[in-house]
């Protein structure tokens, strides 16, 4: 058997399809009034700046103005605070997101705190991942990834409810957020990690695999349950010879064995990865119509 390839580019095409759409009604509707994105980014880390870039360039695409601020990696939490600060009272900016993992000098939590609650675009102010957490409660924004996978879900037809869902990874930005809304869409939700024991025994059992552990190929078909649908959020480098690059981009799934058992898998590239942007452009949206209804 080979599984049923769910495909991120397509569906994440599809998202940021709704979301120019939305745009450029809303510009119409309201005198030319645009969404803004304002980004930081604290450090010339290498990946950070590519998924920053990203970001910048989909908003493009999307109609959505957005601001890049670059701050040295020296800089201090009150510096960080400040540009916080001015963009929690900057009205052309809807959305603010801050990239992660900030320098040691500074606390992320006290940075995500202290953005605008109807600003946080990313989902990840202690509020917004609190009424995530608690039952008939609702955050204003969803973190990106986890909201992503969810879509997939969805359009691939997955049936959440009774489902039993495991999540490999426990990680603030991806692992947790997932366990809760699959409790939310009321799978019965395990969270596996570097401690448990017999991880098998609870990927055997599993109609629903999230995989985001950050090991390449960590999880191999012959763990999965028959018919399974895998979810895979790992992006790991493995050495290639035969690309120019001389790696390619492998998940935390053995992709090769995984499709012979599962019924329907996330390919990597090309699976979560899209989905991330395209569902912070949908966040970005909406920020800026909660802003437009407050106007
Ligand atoms: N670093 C890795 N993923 C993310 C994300 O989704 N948002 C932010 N702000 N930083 C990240």
């Known amino acids: 058997m080979s599984a049923t390839l769910i495909d991120g580019k ?7 399809g709704e979301v120019r759409d939305a745009v450029a009604k809303m510009k119409a509707d309201n005198d030319g009034y645009t969404p803004g994105l304002a ?3 604290v450090g010339d880390d290498v990946a950070s700046s590519t998924y920053v870039r990203m970001k910048h360039r989909a908003c493009k695409a999307a109609g959505i103005n957005s601001y890049g601020h670059i701050m040295p990696a020296n800089s201090t939490q009150e510096e960080v605070l400040a540009m916080v600060a001015k963009l ?11 990239q992660l ?3 040691d000098q500074v606390d992320e939590e006290t940075i995500l705190s202290a953005i605008d609650l109807e600003k946080d675009v990313d989902g990840f102010h202690p509020v917004n991942i609190g009424r ?3 039952k008939d409660r609702d955050p204003l924004f969803v973190p990106c990834t986890p909201a992503g996978c969810m879509r997939l879900l969805e359009e691939a037809g997955i ?14 930005i991806v692992g947790l957020p997932m366990a809760m809304l699959l409790q939310k869409a009321n799978a019965t939700v395990t969270v596996c990690h570097s401690r448990t024991k017999d991880l098998d025994a609870h990927l055997k059992r599993a109609d ?3 995989a985001a552990i950050g090991w390449a190929e ?6 999965l349950k028959p018919g399974c649908t895998v979810i895979d959020v790992g992006i790991n480098r493995k050495d290639d010879e035969t690309r120019k690059r001389g790696y390619r981009l492998v998940g935390d799934v053995e992709f090769d064995s995984a499709v012979e058992v599962s019924g329907a898998i996330t390919p990597v590239p090309g699976g979560v990865g899209p989905m991330t942007i395209a569902m912070l452009m949908q966040n970005t949206f909406h920020a800026a119509e909660i802003a437009l209804a407050k106007k």
């Open 10 to 16: 397509e569906i994440g095409k599809k998202v940021r």
């Open 39 to 41: 980004t930081v980014l």
């Open 88 to 98: 929690n009272a900057d009205p052309d900016v809807h959305g603010i997101l801050v």
């Open 101 to 103: 993992p900030l320098p």
């Open 132 to 134: 995530l957490a608690m």
């Open 159 to 172: 049936e959440t409810s009774g489902a039993e869902a495991v999540i490999v990874g426990r990680s603030n």
């Open 208 to 210: 629903i695999v999230v």
């Open 218 to 223: 960590m999880i191999k078909g012959a763990s």
